[in-house]
């Protein structure tokens, strides 16, 4: 049994804590695997799964099992709970680094299986690619960095009026974080391009969805940056006191430097949670990812097509910017390992 | 600063909320026009045939091109923009785009904020079931759910509101009381939702016949019921409150449309019939 006996992750890397007990895995257990094919096996026959295409792909063989049509659904389920069970217990005795490799690799086959059933037109999603990354992916990439850079100033300005001792100030920025993120985005866009005219100046459809985008987001990043401000211990501004800088100074010279190593890694999730809000935009009539996939295809009826290009294209980019994120975090946090 | 300019904006923006200005000068419209010689057209992008993105990735169909012949005669060229349906009727357009060719129904809500210069065509609405449905005459989907798309005469039409002003469209009557109206953010919900089998989301849908043909073409399971049209829907050209110079000019152009024959080759093309007439 020595070769199933487990050493659990340690040090730095792990998550959560994890302690220095060995235990046999769950999934080594009789009991446990017992359950789960029986779990499996009752919610297939309760399912009705002898009528999916799941079963339809394995006829010839349950055919040929005794009980015909009455017993398909229980030998489809038995199969599909021991295959699933033999699964389970085989990427258990894997090593953590190879079983979620392994375990990403099937998830992610299931979902492209899943896909696969559509019957979906490739060739019309490749003759439509190119025109979704040159016009829907460029205009949703620098729609959100334009967003994301004025969201960065409202924020920090939103976050210093907050925490002033000013009346008006704390007063407006409180207002401002309140407003902005009590209403739902898609408000603010209809808001900002119907109503800013009515005043007299005529929005464009661009840049009333920036305005929209970077007022929502600064809302909710002005938070952020309140919180990286008062993370600096009050010994800081009293040393920068004593060596005689002013307020501002200290706060522009001292806090602010230290506070950003806690502002940035949000602000870029932020950013990626802002690239899939912009689709939002797309009601303005803005070109970008997602209006193109909600009219690319409509002649021919073949929406869905565009809907999961469009899905995968946001997917990916965000894989991207979350790599990216990783780096920078880990470069913000070198001068402080402890 | 930008912490007053924000709030600006969010006051500004709420503000807005109760004004409801901004009917365009007299003339000002088509002076724009033929000053610039460019015609700003708002068109849906995603509605086969009359406008959509083409293999080319160009906006094409019937309204585009009816859009393209209307700037033409005006000394202009058409340039296209495609803001969401319900900020094309909602009117107050503030100049930013001259003109709507979207096969819009001129209803008795809208020309209080919009003006319609001419009708241009009719198109017959009817109720489509799939084609295992039994379900064959109107009086057969009493009580049956309906599947329409939300903010469109067909919308109103099966909630027995729909009321049409317009020279030319014959009688109807809204006969059928569904059980359930199901309403849809667009008018391809409808389609997508009926073609997963009788009655499995919705018993009939009612859209444009135009719509139901090009689905059929395009492999749903799905057919009109065999009954006459519910009703035809008179579909206008559209401008901003208050231009009666564009106005006229627009009702004299279409009216030459007609005389002389293309806009009945252009409904031809796209729609293999002539729709120009009510019938």
Redesign the interface.
Known sequence: MDGLWVKRTEGKDAGMYHDHVRRDRLTNKAWFLGVLALAITAAGILGGIGHTGLAAAFAPVTAALPGGEALVSVWAALGLALILTLNVHLLGRLSLRLQVAAVWLEVLSLFLVFFYSFDLSYSFIL??LS?LIT?GVATTLYISAISIAIAF??AM??AI?RLSNNGF?IA??S??TS??RGVPLLI?IY?????????GY?IG?IPAGV?ALS?CY?AYMTEIFRAGIMSIPKGQWEAARALGFGPMHTLVLIILPQSLRLIIPPTGNQFIAMLKDSSLVS???V?ELM?LA???G????R?LEMLITAAALYWLISIVLEQLQARLERRLARGHRH | M???K??C??A??????A????AANAGATLDRITQKKEMVVATA?????QS????D?QL??FDVEVAKEIAKRLGATARF????WG?IT?G?W???WDVSVGSMTPTTGRTRVLDFPAIYYYTPYVFAVHKTSKLDSRAALNGKTVGVEGGTTSEDYIGGKLKIDAVGVPDFTADVKPGTVKTYG?S?GP?DDLRLGDGVRVDAIVSALPTVE??VK???PIRAINDKPAYHEPLAIAIDKGDAELNAKLTEIVAALKADGTLKSLSEKWYGMDYTVAK
């Open positions: 003759g439509k025109f016009q100033v409202l300005i939103g009026a100030a407006i920025s207002f401002y407003f902005f603010q808001l900002i391009y119907l109503g800013i005219p009515q005043l005529v459809a305005a007022l600064g009601v303005i009539g070109w209006f909600r009219t690319q409509r002649d021919e009826f929406h | 930008s912490l007053l924000s709030l904006l969010g500004a923006a709420i503000g807005a909320l004004i409801s200005t901004g992008a995603n509605w086969p045939p959509f993105m083409n293999k990735n094409d169909g923009i495609t803001p969401e900020i909602a107050n503030n100049g930013r667009d391809v389609l090009a689905a395009r492999g749903y």
